[in-house]
Structure formats: structure tokens, C-alpha cells
């Protein structure tokens, strides 16, 4: 079998993910990302996942957060699918991020090994975080959770 060197150089590769705004009586909650983790460590965000082969959007959505926060469907009194972003990050690579909005039906969440805390804010209180994702802002824009 031989091999041909492909010039890849210019080509943009395509990271398809989920972002999940978890609300609950005009509160959002944020993950700190775990130090078990190989990216981001440490720093706050939502709930988020890459959609897998074959799987819609919605259902990556509902499998991370249950996952993430052990909240099933039956949990939510509503998931909500918002605009989908695409940015490029300094590596060239294109990211597009299917965002929702879930709305729980407790405030007692479950996390699971990729986080190692979480916190209940208003989204006024977001700016205030100094240590989140960077990308953040723009999908709780998107959602209709940023507040100014």
C-alpha cells in the first residue's frame, strides 16, 4: 500500500460540538472544567460536547447533559435549539457549535468526572468570571442570556 503526501496546508478542519445553557429561575449554571481533562482545566463554561457520527444535534445535547449534570429529558421542563456559530480559532480550524437552551427542573445537579464544581449565576455575573472559556460570551448572546 502506498502512501501520497497531501498538502494540507489552507484546508480548515471542522469541529462540530454542542453548547448547553442550563437555566433554572433566571439563573444559569456554569462548569469548572476539571484538571483530569487535556484542555481548558480549570476554566468555567456550560455544558458542551462533540456531536458524534450519526448523531443528530438534539440528542448529542440531551446525552451531554445527562452525563454532565445527570439531569435526563424527563428532568427538563423544556430544551430549546438556538442559532448555530461557527468561528475560526488560531489554529485555522473552524468550529461549528449547535447552541440550546435547557431549562431544568432542579437546581441539584450530578457532575461527572469533567468538571469539579458548578455554580448557579445570573448572567449579568458572567463578566465578573474571569476565568471561563472565551467563546462564552458569544453563545450566551446567541441563547438570550447575556445581559449587559
Same mark, same amino acid.
Given at each position: 500500500?502506498?502512501?501520497?503526501?497531501?498538502?494540507?496546508?489552507?484546508?480548515?478542519?471542522?469541529?462540530?460540538?454542542?453548547?448547553?445553557?442550563?437555566?433554572?429561575?433566571?439563573?444559569?449554571?456554569?462548569?469548572?472544567?476539571?484538571?483530569?481533562? /487535556? *484542555?481548558?482545566?480549570?476554566? %468555567?463554561?456550560?455544558? =458542551?460536547?462533540?456531536? @458524534?457520527?450519526? $448523531?443528530?444535534?438534539?440528542?448529542?445535547?440531551?446525552?451531554?447533559?445527562?452525563?454532565?449534570?445527570?439531569?435526563?429529558?424527563?428532568?427538563?421542563?423544556?430544551?430549546?435549539?438556538?442559532?448555530?456559530?461557527?468561528?475560526? /480559532? *488560531?489554529?485555522?480550524?473552524? %468550529?461549528?457549535?449547535? =447552541?440550546?437552551?435547557? @431549562?431544568?427542573? $432542579?437546581?441539584?445537579?450530578?457532575?461527572?468526572?469533567?468538571?469539579?464544581?458548578?455554580?448557579?449565576?445570573?448572567?449579568?455575573?458572567?463578566?465578573?468570571?474571569?476565568?471561563?472559556?472565551?467563546?462564552?460570551?458569544?453563545?450566551?448572546?446567541?441563547?438570550?442570556?447575556?445581559?449587559?
Amino acid at each position: 500500500m502506498s502512501h501520497q503526501s497531501v498538502d494540507t496546508s489552507g484546508v480548515t478542519a471542522t469541529r462540530t460540538v454542542v453548547a448547553v445553557v442550563l437555566e433554572r429561575h433566571g439563573k444559569i449554571a456554569l462548569f469548572r472544567r476539571s484538571q483530569k481533562l /487535556d *484542555h481548558d482545566r480549570g476554566v %468555567w463554561h456550560c455544558i =458542551t460536547g462533540f456531536v @458524534e457520527l450519526d $448523531t443528530s444535534p438534539e440528542h448529542q445535547a440531551a446525552q451531554e447533559l445527562f452525563e454532565e449534570t445527570g439531569l435526563a429529558l424527563a428532568d427538563l421542563l423544556s430544551l430549546h435549539q438556538g442559532p448555530l456559530l461557527e468561528f475560526t /480559532d *488560531h489554529l485555522g480550524d473552524l %468550529w461549528q457549535i449547535h =447552541t440550546f437552551t435547557a @431549562e431544568a427542573s $432542579t437546581l441539584l445537579l450530578t457532575i461527572n468526572w469533567e468538571h469539579d464544581a458548578y455554580r448557579w449565576i445570573s448572567p449579568s455575573d458572567v463578566p465578573r468570571m474571569t476565568c471561563r472559556v472565551s467563546w462564552l460570551e458569544r453563545v450566551l448572546e446567541a441563547t438570550g442570556h447575556r445581559r449587559d
